[in-house]
């Protein structure tokens, strides 16, 4: 008799405030994946086929709760996912690392009968999932908000088809993906800040779904990137009734971050190759002042790079900078006095 796959919550880091809790997740029966350096071709490919092939616990009880005792219930969706969109009379910040990450321990509703019924199918072994949400510290000087691919991760957006980004997500562990070069120093030194211990906070943009968020988290940890919030999104399946989104993706998660930390001012990192600029104008536009600069990573694609540079000439709200190599973008933020 075949063994059924254990029921696990998948915590994504997550962003919060003072005084309110905005934290991810999904409810999955599945075996965790085992992601680990040097790993053979095989357990590669099998990871990523394991990543898309999900059975998610549909619209089961799941509870929160912080270092201090307090918790709070919400309920997954059709597709297993969960959100805490919650205000808190705690302030988070007393419950934070110096860093800023507050530790959190989801689980599921013990008293539900789905639950019961798992655990007596012997598919529940511990019922405590640990995760942490990002509150920045009253150090930080700026946020920064980046993309991942072809900012920080080559990807290969552009290529025709989009082939290589399907070979390089499918073939490719995250220890033999390529960062560019002086990214993650670039990202090091504005995480540091002008004093060198600012702690900015960072948060990572990508259109990649829900399914590659341990994937993207390998390769921002492995590869020396400061470790931040990962907001990819998910794929809909075509009887999926949710409402659409007014705004894409990046776009909405970009307005969302300036809401959440409305006296914060930040730091916009993307690139030529999709619709950054485009998003991120967009944001500067409508909070002009809270946009210290944009970069935008160049690409090699001669249409794209007239346009950009022609919307990056036109823009008066702040400075757009389009950049081959993150040296340039160090040089600048170094002339502006905003890392060391």
Known sequence: MFNRDP????????????????????????QPLKLYEQQSFYHTIRNAWRAFKTDEIREIPV???????????????????????????????????????????????????????????????????????????STA???????????????????????RVAFNTFFKN?????????????????HRGASGKDQNPMFYLSNSPWNLYHYLEKFVDFHGFPRGPILLRDFPTPWNRTPKKERPHK???????????????????????????????????????RIKAIYIRAVNHTKKMAAIKEMADAFEVCPVLLV???????????EM????
């Open 174 to 190: 995250f220890d033999k993906r390529t960062p560019f070069k002086d990214a993650a120093n670039f990202y090091q030194l504005l």
């Open 63 to 137: 509870r929160l709760t912080l270092s201090n005792g307090n918790h709070f219930e919400t309920i997954t969706d059709r597709e297993g996912y969960f959100l805490f969109d919650i205000t808190t009379e705690t302030n988070l910040q007393d419950l934070a690392d110096e860093e800023g990450y507050v530790p959190i321990t989801i689980s599921f509703d013990e008293e539900n009968s789905a639950f019961a019924k798992a655990k007596s199918q012997q598919r529940i072994s511990l019922n405590k999932f640990t995760g942490e949400t990002l509150v920045p510290p």
């Open 337 to 340: 006095g905003w890392i060391v």
């Open 251 to 289: 776009e909405h998660e970009l307005i969302n971050i300036l809401k959440h930390y409305p006296d914060q001012q930040f730091i916009l990192i993307g690139d030529a190759g999709e619709h950054d600029t485009t998003y991120y104008t967009n944001g500067a536009t409508e909070y002009p002042e």
């Open 324 to 334: 081959k190599e993150s040296s340039e973008a160090i040089k600048h933020a170094r």
């Open 7 to 30: 029921w696990i919550l998948d915590v994504f880091r997550t962003y919060s405030g003072e005084n309110r809790l905005y934290v991810r997740g999904r409810a999955l029966e599945d």
């Open 141 to 163: 000087a700026y946020g920064v908000v980046s993309d991942i691919d072809d900012t920080i991760m080559k990807t290969g957006v552009t290529s025709f088809l989009k082939l």
